[in-house]
């Protein structure tokens, strides 16, 4: 059970002990260069555009963290619950200047789930957007958590504001207090708690400290390059660590971050902030790239899109690279300067990732989790292998746990971002930490070169009663290629009624898009569009093993259950099916 070998450091990266150290080391060396671009709504048509600097966020800090210190006090346990926004980051980073422990919720959260998580965390204080104005209220009314203050991020009557705190705090830095300035940070306590997104089973409280987190993000700015002067949309959201390490990196390395309006608004915001680089999750890439193959189709140049690939692909074995010129066209619709596009949370079909890259756009995959704050593996632009996840970063040493006979074994890492352990939970703390290294769940397996590849988590294996096993997520890849397909889950379910719960049969669950059946294949009514998937799934089954193969199809048009970075929580909806 040899180390798997690590990525090769490529770029020279600052380090960092924590957070502060990153707000200061960043202000000083990009100074007034733009941190954040915020637009405000004058109206439906009218916009202006905020620019805040790399010192003015760290000014921002310095006033909130004052206000607070001097309202509130410090050892208090903070949660911070909202959509992606500036005041939600300055939150963040105000909390872990020393003011003592930061719990971020997930803004998808039901009620019941998001008071009980404040429960357990033994929250003090809720910062809150306006969306959650009825849930606060409720959580006021029943009183069952240990919330004393909700702070708004914006202007809410009857609740004080982070506005109202900055001015205060920063009334008390402009008369000379430096009391939060010299708070002292511990990069090795315990100051986030941080819920996974419980997709199987009840979310667990990950322990992490600043350690974790910046060795994590320094090993990253070694081997992905961000410039100063690129543009980021923070579209995951940031109680994600995946979504709050993209955020991390771009501050680290001098980006600026810009916010999208909406799913819906994607395309016009990418072109309207001329974004560059993009952290993302797969359901966002793969769904641009089936748009961009619509827009050619509908634009009848699919010929001209199939020539452009062979010049580009000829050019390129005498090692000219013409794609970003050949595809500029494509480009332009997403902006005109996307050259990153870094994907994770889980895997990504790799035809729309082979997709990005034949535009000229270096398309990475990364994987980690929240336990190991989070990546564990990445690609970058040197070192890529189509449908990998990459090799460990620089400080983790992973490996392939007990590989069976076709080396595929369960993915465990051991690191200076491994988590200590899960909050008031020894029993789950001892099962995913054994001896130092992380179980991930995953299984895994590396090819000659050492690349590191998928087959889906060890809880969702089929295992079939002759013994096979089926790994979900590899048919799910070919089913999503369906041009209709918006979502998709491969399953077990007992055969028959005969009590045998190991006698299994793969089955599978699709959303289709309506409005792409009946333009493309006329079927309007339920029999026909499901005679068309029907034909579909055999075709792909024709080219499976017999005991891989689906006997079960599913349809529907409504949207499954899945957490706020695309999961699918399979174990909801498979007790629909029951």
Known sequence: MNNIKQLTPAFEGTNFSDFRDMLNKSAEKFGDADAFIIKHSKSRKDFEYEHISFS???????????????????????AIVGKNRYEWILSYFTVLGGLGICVP??????????????????????IFDKAHLKVVERLKAEGKTNVSEFIAMEEIEDFPTILEYMAEGGSLVDSGSREYQHLPVDPEKIDILLFTSGTTSMAKAVMLCQRNIMANLNSINTVIKVYPGDVSMAFLPYHHTFGAIGQFVMIAQGATTTYC?????????????????????????????????????????????????????????FGINLRRRLFAEVLEKLGGEIRLVVSGASAIDPVALKGFKSFGIVATQGYGMTESSPVICVENEFEQKNGSIGRPLPNLEVRIDNPDEKGVGELIARGPSIMSGYYENDEETSRTLVDGWLHTGDLAYTDKDGFVFLCGRKKNVIVLKNGKNVYPEELEVLVSNLPYVEECMVYGEPRGNDGDETNLAVCVKIVYNPEYMAEHYEAESKDRIDKVIKADIETINDTLPVYKQMLRVVTTDQEMVKTTTGKIKRYAEMSKQQ
């Open 56 to 78: 003015r966020f760290r000014e921002d800090v310095h006033a909130f963290g004052e206000g607070l210190l001097s309202r509130q006090g410090k050892g208090k346990r903070i």
């Open 105 to 126: 919720l997930d803004k998808g959260l039901p009620y019941e789930e998001l008071e009980s998580s404040l429960i357990r965390s033994g929250a003090d204080i809720l």
């Open 261 to 317: 309006d909406g799913l819906k608004y994607l395309q016009k915001n990418l072109v309207e902030y001329r974004v560059s680089v993009f952290f993302c999750v797969p359901l966002l890439i793969e769904s641009i790239y089936k748009k961009v193959l619509a827009t050619v189709k509908k634009e009848g140049k699919e010929k001209k899109l199939a020539f452009g690939m062979k010049v580009a692909d000829i050019a390129e074995k």
